[in-house]
């Protein structure tokens, strides 16, 4: 089974930065999508960032664009999302989750896609 679990959460003021990470372990295919998503109080959950492993084709949401940066690093087997200048409005919970449904390196991310998830990080962006 596929265990994936998010650290590096905490809470910083606007304009700051973190980096998230998560450890991937149990996914032997790099054929997959690992994503970031998060979620804040009384709002969907919402995909953030993703790279496609095999192409390196990374995905954001334009709210985070040229803000945060997702990565990988395969020989630890943890995936990374850098985030900078940090917004209140960026305060959620943040999931990091693969996918290896081939629909998942096109388009817009979507929860069901994902069928292995991380139990979340919290994210505070203080203003």
């Known amino acids: 089974l596929a265990q994936l679990m998010e650290s590096g959460g905490g809470t910083v003021q606007a304009g700051g930065s973190l980096k998230l990470s998560c450890s991937v372990s149990?996914?032997?295919?790099?054929?997959?999508?690992l994503g970031w998503f998060r979620q804040a109080p009384g709002k969907e959950r919402e995909g953030v960032a993703r790279?496609?492993?095999?192409?390196?084709?990374?995905y954001y949401i334009d709210s985070v664009k040229d803000r945060f940066t997702i990565s990988e690093d395969s020989a630890k087997n943890t995936l990374f999302l850098q985030m900078s200048s940090l917004k209140p409005e960026d305060t959620a919970t943040y999931y990091c989750?693969?996918?290896?449904?081939?629909?998942?390196?096109?388009?817009?991310?979507?929860?069901?896609?994902?069928?292995?998830w991380g139990q979340g990080t919290q994210v505070t962006v203080s203003s």
């Open positions: 989750a693969a996918s290896v449904q081939g629909t998942c390196r096109r388009g817009r991310m979507g929860a069901p896609e994902y069928s292995m």
């Open positions: 790279i496609f492993m095999l192409e390196n084709i990374d």
């Open positions: 149990g996914v032997r295919d790099r054929s997959i999508c």
